[in-house]
């Protein structure tokens, strides 16, 4: 039996569900929500460096677009707290993106 190694973002059910409708959207609506999550973040101050960013061969959904690999280590090493409420705020934020979407 191979054991499969558990994601960062799995540790909390109501940000992995927030990572799969992230992963699951249009490229385009991905890159709308990485720049609504780093422009969050920018709101409150929240800073850390990405300098090790891309220190690994560029294997996951998210490393194909830069803004959303940016949006998703930012994430990753947000306080618990602040991780919770940007899942809260990105599957609120793509469901109201392809709600508009459908309706045009």
């Known amino acids: ?11 909390d059910p109501v ?4 990572i799969s409708v992230w992963e699951k959207a249009d490229e385009n609506i991905q890159t709308v929500c990485a720049e609504y999550v780093l422009d969050k973040l920018k709101d409150i101050n929240f800073e850390m460096s990405l300098d090790e960013q891309y220190e690994y061969i560029l294997r996951r959904w998210y ?8 949006a998703m ?10 991780r919770h409420e940007l899942a809260l705020d ?3 934020y793509i469901d109201k993106i392809e709600t508009e979407k459908n309706e045009q």
Request: net charge neutral.
């Open 63 to 70: 490393d194909k677009n830069v803004k959303v690999s940016h």
């Open 90 to 92: 990105i599957v609120e």
């Open 1 to 11: 039996m191979v054991e499969r190694k558990q994601r960062w973002y799995d540790v």
């Open 73 to 82: 280590e930012y994430i990753k090493h947000a306080p618990d707290e602040l």
């Open 15 to 18: 940000l992995s569900r927030a």
